[in-house]
Protein backbone atom coordinates (compact mmCIF):
# COMPACT_ATOMS: atom_id res chain seq x y z
CA UNK A 1 0.00 0.00 0.00
CA UNK A 2 1.25 3.10 -1.10
CA UNK A 3 1.67 6.03 2.06
CA UNK A 4 1.20 9.27 1.26
CA UNK A 5 4.38 11.16 0.67
CA UNK A 6 6.02 13.64 3.15
CA UNK A 7 5.42 16.92 2.75
CA UNK A 8 7.51 20.19 2.86
CA UNK A 9 10.32 18.23 5.16
CA UNK A 10 12.26 21.72 6.31
CA UNK A 11 15.32 20.25 5.38
CA UNK A 12 13.81 19.62 1.73
CA UNK A 13 12.19 22.90 1.43
CA UNK A 14 15.68 24.75 2.31
CA UNK A 15 18.05 22.44 -0.08
CA UNK A 16 15.63 23.00 -2.82
CA UNK A 17 15.38 27.16 -2.06
CA UNK A 18 19.17 26.71 -1.86
CA UNK A 19 19.03 25.28 -5.77
CA UNK A 20 16.34 27.70 -6.92
CA UNK A 21 17.61 30.58 -5.51
CA UNK A 22 20.97 30.12 -7.32
CA UNK A 23 19.62 28.98 -10.42
CA UNK A 24 17.40 32.33 -10.65
CA UNK A 25 21.13 33.73 -9.94
CA UNK A 26 23.30 31.93 -12.49
CA UNK A 27 20.20 33.43 -14.56
CA UNK A 28 20.52 36.89 -13.79
CA UNK A 29 24.41 36.55 -14.72
CA UNK A 30 23.25 33.69 -17.69
CA UNK A 31 25.87 31.69 -16.74
CA UNK A 32 25.22 29.49 -19.57
CA UNK A 33 27.55 26.71 -17.72
CA UNK A 34 25.66 26.88 -14.28
CA UNK A 35 22.19 27.10 -16.07
CA UNK A 36 22.68 23.95 -17.82
CA UNK A 37 24.01 21.77 -15.05
CA UNK A 38 20.40 22.66 -13.24
CA UNK A 39 18.93 20.87 -16.07
CA UNK A 40 18.40 16.87 -16.04
CA UNK A 41 20.81 16.58 -18.79
CA UNK A 42 18.50 13.74 -21.38
CA UNK A 43 16.51 13.69 -24.29
CA UNK A 44 13.23 13.69 -21.08
CA UNK A 45 14.32 16.99 -20.13
CA UNK A 46 11.23 19.34 -20.89
CA UNK A 47 10.70 23.25 -21.06
CA UNK A 48 7.51 25.11 -22.29
CA UNK A 49 8.29 28.56 -22.85
CA UNK A 50 7.04 32.07 -23.90
CA UNK A 51 7.18 31.20 -27.68
CA UNK A 52 9.01 27.75 -27.71
CA UNK A 53 8.79 24.58 -27.02
CA UNK A 54 12.15 22.27 -26.09
CA UNK A 55 12.57 18.85 -25.84
CA UNK A 56 15.83 17.47 -24.07
CA UNK A 57 18.24 19.65 -22.59
CA UNK A 58 20.59 19.39 -25.28
CA UNK A 59 17.45 21.64 -26.87
CA UNK A 60 17.54 23.67 -23.96
CA UNK A 61 20.84 24.58 -23.80
CA UNK A 62 20.65 25.79 -27.19
CA UNK A 63 17.98 27.90 -26.97
CA UNK A 64 20.49 29.47 -24.15
CA UNK A 65 22.67 30.39 -26.60
CA UNK A 66 20.75 32.16 -28.73
CA UNK A 67 17.95 33.57 -26.72
CA UNK A 68 17.82 37.73 -25.26
CA UNK A 69 19.12 36.86 -21.58
CA UNK A 70 17.07 37.59 -18.69
CA UNK A 71 17.80 41.25 -17.83
CA UNK A 72 19.02 42.65 -14.57
CA UNK A 73 15.25 44.20 -13.33
CA UNK A 74 13.73 40.63 -13.50
CA UNK A 75 11.56 40.23 -9.56
CA UNK A 76 9.95 37.14 -8.37
CA UNK A 77 7.17 37.42 -6.20
CA UNK A 78 4.28 34.65 -5.07
CA UNK A 79 7.25 32.19 -5.11
CA UNK A 80 5.88 28.22 -3.64
CA UNK A 81 8.60 25.40 -2.89
CA UNK A 82 6.67 22.74 -2.35
CA UNK A 83 8.62 19.11 -1.43
CA UNK A 84 7.16 15.52 -1.60
CA UNK A 85 9.59 13.37 0.58
CA UNK A 86 13.08 13.70 0.17
CA UNK A 87 13.87 14.01 -3.89
CA UNK A 88 10.78 15.27 -5.68
CA UNK A 89 9.66 19.37 -5.84
CA UNK A 90 7.71 22.04 -7.85
CA UNK A 91 9.00 25.45 -7.82
CA UNK A 92 6.09 27.83 -8.44
CA UNK A 93 6.79 31.77 -9.17
CA UNK A 94 5.41 34.98 -10.50
CA UNK A 95 8.16 37.63 -12.25
CA UNK A 96 8.01 41.10 -13.65
CA UNK A 97 11.60 41.97 -15.98
CA UNK A 98 11.37 45.46 -14.53
CA UNK A 99 10.63 47.10 -17.69
CA UNK A 100 7.46 46.42 -18.62
CA UNK A 101 3.63 45.46 -17.14
CA UNK A 102 3.80 42.27 -18.07
CA UNK A 103 3.27 39.63 -15.47
CA UNK A 104 5.12 36.44 -15.95
CA UNK A 105 4.72 32.84 -14.46
CA UNK A 106 7.32 30.03 -14.22
CA UNK A 107 7.07 26.49 -13.00
CA UNK A 108 9.79 23.91 -12.74
CA UNK A 109 9.66 20.68 -10.99
CA UNK A 110 13.19 19.41 -9.33
CA UNK A 111 14.71 15.91 -8.53
CA UNK A 112 17.23 15.50 -6.43
CA UNK A 113 19.87 13.34 -7.89
CA UNK A 114 23.06 12.04 -7.25
CA UNK A 115 24.90 14.92 -7.98
CA UNK A 116 22.65 17.14 -6.67
CA UNK A 117 18.97 18.96 -7.79
CA UNK A 118 17.98 19.00 -11.32
CA UNK A 119 14.71 20.52 -13.04
CA UNK A 120 13.37 17.71 -15.09
CA UNK A 121 10.37 19.93 -16.39
CA UNK A 122 10.15 23.53 -16.96
CA UNK A 123 6.46 26.01 -18.21
CA UNK A 124 7.48 29.92 -18.71
CA UNK A 125 4.51 31.86 -19.92
CA UNK A 126 3.91 35.30 -19.71
CA UNK A 127 0.66 37.19 -19.57
CA UNK A 128 0.16 38.78 -22.74
CA UNK A 129 -3.03 40.96 -22.22
CA UNK A 130 -0.57 42.83 -20.78
CA UNK A 131 1.77 43.46 -23.98
Known sequence: MNQDPQINLPHVVEAVR???????????????KVLDDYFWNTEHTVRYGVA?????AGDIAAYR??????GPGRQLRNTV???????????????SDGETQRTGRQMQTWVRFA??????AAHVSVD????
Open 18 to 32: LAFEDYERALLANEL
Open 52 to 56: ENLYG
Open 65 to 70: RVCTPV
Open 81 to 95: ISTFDDNYATVSTEF
Open 115 to 120: DGWKVV
Open 128 to 131: LSTL
